[in-house]
């Protein structure tokens, strides 16, 4: 916590009332409630005063007690306290130029085919269609050359004639590369389907849910397998190998954003498990669970259509293009989750 002015961190401690613990696990013993009223160094081996602020005897703290802040009490007529803050870590991001064109020759354009009265519209939707999965899958999947932390430099990612290239990062690739495989703010979670037990379905779940979101529940998109898996979990006898549990899986319900979704409960939230089909083959046992307050689309140009693009030389013909210039991005990476079954 020490600041760049030395001492200026640790003084914001200051006024801060403390309850002394010897652990940070069920069975730890409390020792007692302190009051910070005096630091006297900086750095590792900072040293402060306290007073014991209730009726017990003389806290005596060792090596690896803990410091839990209660709250502050401040002395009546006294000015502010010494002001304390941190900086989040910053990972950049950037925007992805999108473009998928069609063409279609101006015989064919006039032409009655047999299963569409019009090939180029027939055309056009498809392309639509194809646009929207190629940036679905841009920001599940993709990579970011200058998605490093520290300051922004750009990047050397160039095309066969060396134009910038840019690139956004998904939240797929962000979560593996920045998130954390165990701990408190674990994001990556492996699930072996013949171990999996109840215990740690349980305590995945209280760390998936530790960040309550305003609303509740939790979105969570799965691929096939992984919706399977949890629907298999949902039976009356459970899955052989994870001693008989099961799990409470509600009926397929679409929410305002047009999400078709079945609830999975869970001891500390709900998950709304979203079928997505981006998420296949390789991904197909993949659940991602993210935080809709830490997550956002960027858009840095408007998506357009561009119609009939190439008239030069009287072509004969219609060329059109779908174009987005958009990227998303990920705040507190550990609110996001990614569990990954074998």
């Not at 408190?184 to 305590?203: H, L, N, P």
Request: charged share 20%.
């Amino acid at each position: 916590m020490e600041g760049e002015g030395g001492n200026y961190a640790y003084n914001s401690w200051i006024g801060l009332t403390c309850e002394v613990w010897d652990g940070l696990t069920p069975g730890s013993t409390k020792q007692g409630v302190v009051l910070i009223t005096a630091v006297a160094s900086s750095g590792a081996s900072a040293n402060f005063s306290v007073k014991n602020m209730n009726d017990t005897g003389t806290i005596t703290s060792a090596d690896g007690s803990y410091l839990i802040v209660v709250g502050s009490a401040y002395g009546e007529g006294t000015v502010a306290g010494t002001a304390w803050a941190d900086e989040l870590s910053v990972v950049y991001n950037q925007c992805q130029i999108f473009k998928t064109p069609l063409q279609i020759t101006g015989t064919i354009l006039q032409a009655a085919l047999r299963g569409e009265s019009s090939e180029l519209a027939r055309l056009r939707d498809q392309k639509s269609q194809e646009h929207k999965i190629q940036k679905e899958r841009a920001f599940l999947f993709g990579r970011s050359p200058i998605n490093i932390t520290g300051a922004f430099s750009d990047d050397d990612l160039t095309d066969a004639n060396s134009n910038q290239v840019r690139a956004t990062m998904g939240i797929i690739p962000a979560i593996e590369k920045h998130g954390d495989s165990s701990g408190a703010d674990q994001s990556r979670f492996s699930i072996t389907e013949a171990s999996y037990s109840y215990g740690d379905f349980v305590d995945d779940m209280e760390k998936v849910f530790q960040y309550v979101p305003e609303a509740g529940v939790k979105r969570a998109f799965c691929g096939a397998g992984a919706l399977s898996y949890w629907s298999k979990m949902a039976g009356s006898s459970g899955m052989a190998g994870n001693s008989g549990w099961t799990v409470n899986l509600g009926d397929m319900k679409r929410d305002a954003l047009g999400f078709n979704y079945r609830v999975l409960e869970t001891p500390h939230g709900a998950l709304q498990l979203i079928p997505t089909p981006a998420l296949r083959q390789t991904y197909n046992k993949t659940m991602l669970v993210v935080s809709d307050e830490n997550l956002f689309h960027a858009q840095y140009r408007a998506p357009k259509f561009q119609a009939n693009i190439l008239t030069d030389d009287a072509y004969d013909g219609v060329k059109d293009q779908y174009f987005s210039d958009e990227g998303i991005g990920v705040s507190l990476i550990e609110s996001h989750k990614l569990f990954e079954i074998s």
